[in-house]
């Protein structure tokens, strides 16, 4: 089995900063992929950056600039800096860990934390 936890949200400001942070526990043997995603009331679910383990990262186009994506390997942890915050990045907000073993890959979720972005 395994665990997501996800923390860091809150709320903020208009142009504001926050950070996210995401841990991996559990019947982990080779994380591929590491990742964020939102999900806003009445939207659907969207990446938001993802980062391989060779620490290549992608990015939504709405976030890039702003948002950075970093891993700690040894640890299975990952963070995300949020600078620049906009009324449009308010949603609750998902880690995700793609990992497998021998033949078999799984995609773990995090409990989600929400993010509020005030005037």
């Known amino acids: 089995q395994v665990q997501v936890v996800e923390s860091g949200g809150g709320l903020v400001h208009i142009g504001g900063s926050l950070r996210l942070s995401c841990a991996a526990s559990?019947?982990?043997?080779?994380?591929?992929?590491m990742g964020w995603y939102r999900h806003a009331p009445g939207m659907q679910r969207e990446l938001v950056a993802v980062?391989?383990?060779?620490?290549?990262?992608r990015y939504a186009d709405s976030v890039r600039g702003r948002f950075t994506i970093s891993r700690m390997n040894a640890k299975n942890m990952a963070t995300l800096q949020m600078d620049s915050l906009k009324h449009d990045d308010k949603a609750v907000y998902f880690c995700?860990?793609?990992?497998?073993?021998?033949?078999?890959?799984?995609?773990?979720w995090g409990q989600g934390t929400q993010i509020t972005v005030s005037s």
């Open positions: 995700n860990v793609e990992h497998s073993m021998g033949e078999n890959e799984y995609s773990d």
């Open positions: 980062i391989n383990s060779g620490g290549l990262a």
């Open positions: 559990g019947s982990i043997f080779a994380i591929y992929e």
